[in-house]
């Protein structure tokens, strides 16, 4: 067979031949780490799951890492453009070079066991970081925590930025359920923060199991009138600065907190040099373009969409918010809606494009507005944007796909 020469033909190759997302444990993953000798990746490793603000919380600590001097390797799914985005060392995307290296190597020290599309690529990273010799691996759970391919690696600080309902045909039908396949990173003795509020007795059970430390958003952490506080090692808490920070301040607060854990020289300065540099495209980024203000966030879930809401109210109060939502066939978009029609003055369903593609009426059906336009991405936003005035605020939400798209359409960069 033909050497594949890019990532994307690389991937291409894996899904034609390798069963996909097959759930059989990770006994088979941590072999073949172990064998390619990569596995930890790095000294210091910090394990990130959630439902929601997980990527925004790997963001945070890559740039507080980096701010403070250390080298630092990162890998976040799913991407919004390109397969380079899931693996970045010192926060700059790797090249089709090292990345068809990587992949090239994962399947020479595989043999005959067979891999998932997402634990290729985990171990992909995992070689890379290893590769650059960085001091710190920041690693995103892809989907749940117990069955994840990056939970073969022990985390040093183990993060849950918050649990929702997502995903619950393969996770559970309710937070407790979710829970318990989140608390699947935890390790004993090793700490826990906890970022969204009222975690599930399943977590805290499992924490209580392992003897792991837990650091509760609201109790141990948070961000108050006067900036962030945390609480460090020895229990003393710490405060900074509340600097303009491209994520959300509950994300923020939980990455400090992680951070702080991890770290033994986390100084107000960095953290300003950090905030600066935070850059989270598809996680409420808010770009100028076409004589509006752009919000574009992949919210795509019933918690994140409440939660978006509430940014929207914190950040836009006086001004009219038009939104675009579009979302998979899987979710449940009545539920999604439901936040969305509180926080904005015009709502609209745009068509998804991906193999789990659901079409605009589909959506207004079932979110039972039959008055709301539903049509294709390009008409949706032409029909936002002759909705709304200069001082308007437009609002495209849901998907990968469709935030991606429309980034394209804006041609945003990055």
């Known amino acids: 067979m033909t050497r594949p020469i890019t990532p994307e033909a690389w991937l291409e190759r894996i899904g034609r031949e390798i069963p996909a997302n097959v759930v059989r444990g990770l006994g088979h993953v941590a072999d073949v780490a172990e064998r390619l000798g990569i596995n930890p990746p790095a ?16 963001a945070v600590l890559e740039r507080l890492l980096l ?16 397969f380079n985005e899931r693996i970045r060392i010192n926060g700059v995307a790797a090249d089709d070079a090292a990345i068809v290296e990587a992949l090239d190597t994962v399947d020479a020290g595989r043999g005959d066991v067979e891999l998932s599309y997402f634990e290729f690529a985990v171990l992909a990273a995992l070689a890379l970081h290893r590769r650059a010799n960085v001091a710190a ?9 117990r069955l994840d391919a990056v939970n073969i690696v022990d985390g040093d600080v183990t993060v849950i930025a918050s ?18 396949e ?16 009222d975690p599930p007795d399943s977590v805290l059970g499992r924490a209580a199991e392992l ?7 609201g109790r141990d952490f948070g961000h108050d009138s006067e900036g962030y506080w945390l609480t460090g090692k020895d229990d003393a808490v710490r ?30 300065p960095g953290w300003h040099e950090a905030a600066g540099l935070v850059h989270i495209p598809g996680r409420f980024e808010t770009v100028r373009a076409r004589g509006r203000q752009w919000v574009l966030d992949v919210g795509h879930n019933a918690d994140g969409a409440a939660f978006l809401a509430g940014q929207l109210a914190e950040r836009f109060p006086n001004q009219p918010v038009h939104c675009v939502v579009g979302c998979l066939e899987d979710k449940d978009i009545r539920a999604i809606v439901a936040p ?25 059906e079932a979110a039972r507005m039959p008055e709301a336009f539903a049509g294709s991405l390009d008409a949706a936003i032409e029909h936002a944007l002759a909705s709304s005035a200069e001082d308007g605020v437009i609002l495209v939400c849901g998907s990968f796909d469709v935030v991606e798209r429309t980034r394209r359409l804006l041609s945003l960069p990055g």
């Not at 989140?182 to 509020?197: D, M």
Request: aromatic share 4%; glycine share 14%; proline share 4%.
């Open 182 to 197: 989140k608390a699947g990173i935890l390790r004993p003795g090793t700490p826990l923060v906890f970022g969204g509020g």
């Open 211 to 217: 003897e792991a430390p837990v650091y509760l958003a």
């Open 137 to 145: 691996s920041v690693l995103e759970v892809g989907l749940g925590g």
């Open 43 to 58: 000294p210091l490793s910090f394990v990130v799951a959630g439902t929601n603000g997980k990527g925004s919380t790997v």
């Open 239 to 268: 405060r900074f600065d509340d600097v303009s920070c491209a994520a959300a301040t509950a994300n923020v607060a939980t990455a400090l907190q992680a951070a702080a854990l991890g770290m033994t020289d986390l100084r107000n």
């Open 340 to 364: 969305l029609r509180k926080a904005t003055a015009t709502l609209r369903f745009a068509d998804t494009e991906t193999w789990r593609a659901r079409s605009a009426a589909s959506m207004r």
């Open 67 to 82: 701010a403070h001097g250390h080298t630092v390797g990162s890998t976040t799914s799913p991407h919004l453009k390109r």
């Open 163 to 180: 649990i929702g309902l997502d995903h619950q045909a393969i996770l559970g039908p309710d937070r407790e359920a979710i829970g318990g």
